[in-house]
């Protein structure tokens, strides 16, 4: 079956530019996540939805950042007034429940450079 | 809050040689750890995960972790290096009821 995708794959934009970032998880699955994957750094945790219930933001670095889930499946990552050093990978991850018991399944990232 | 070390930034071995991967974790209860790959352009793959019991787990592609609650370490092995697992390994550990916490990764290289 299809894995996570993510679109863009690459996205080159520049300082001030508003960008947003898609993800489809795998189809059922109710827990999605967003991380984002700075050179030299491991992922740091940003976003994470489950269901219907309230978003937990708190990795979130910054107001320029939002993202939301449409429907319980597809969500998007935007970034305003984008910054250079938000340049990063940006990941997706979903799983089939809440739990850190439960994999999660990744997908390719979304390369953001900001020049 | 929880922590995971991965001391090692780059390791080189030749193909054919053992591979120890290291992990070091903080968490005050039992963890809930984990062994991703990321390959060049590919999202992180599991290998392995330890929730409880034996304290060697088997992963997939011939990789096996060990968990030493007495050392707060998770290290990955495998004793036959292929070339095809060049790549990026990721050690987490589960926070909370559903965060991971990554480690900063070890990038291996294989030389032929």
């Known amino acids: 079956g299809a894995g996570v995708s993510q679109s863009p794959s690459n996205k080159v934009t520049e300082k001030g530019k508003d960008v947003e970032l898609r993800c489809d998880p795998i189809?059922?699955?109710?827990?999605l996540y967003w991380y984002r994957q700075s050179l030299g750094q491991g992922l740091e945790f940003l976003i994470y939805f489950q269901g219907n219930s309230a978003p937990d933001k708190s990795g979130l670095p910054s107001d320029r950042f939002s993202a939301e889930r449409t429907g319980g499946s597809v969500s998007t990552l935007t970034i305003q007034r984008t910054q250079q050093e938000d340049s990063a990978v940006y990941l997706c991850?979903?799983?089939?429940?809440?739990?850190?018991?439960?994999?999660?399944?990744f997908g390719p990232g979304t390369r953001l450079t900001v020049l | 809050a929880q922590s995971v070390t991965q001391p090692d930034i780059h390791i080189t071995v030749s193909e054919g040689a053992s591979l120890e991967l290291r992990c070091n974790y903080s968490y005050g209860a039992t963890p809930y750890l984990f062994w991703y790959v990321q390959s060049p352009g590919q999202g992180l793959q599991l290998l392995l995960k330890?929730?409880?019991?034996?304290?060697l787990v088997q992963g997939i592609k011939g990789f096996e972790a060990e968990f030493k609650r007495s050392q707060s370490s998770f290290n990955l092995r495998k004793p036959s290096v292929h070339w095809s697992d060049a790549a990026e390994y990721f050690c987490a550990v589960g926070e909370g009821t559903y965060k991971y916490i990554f480690g900063t990764g070890t990038r291996l290289k294989v030389l032929a």
């Open positions: 330890y929730f409880s019991g034996d304290t």
């Open positions: 189809s059922g699955h109710t827990a």
């Open positions: 991850a979903s799983s089939l429940a809440s739990g850190v018991y439960n994999e999660q399944f």
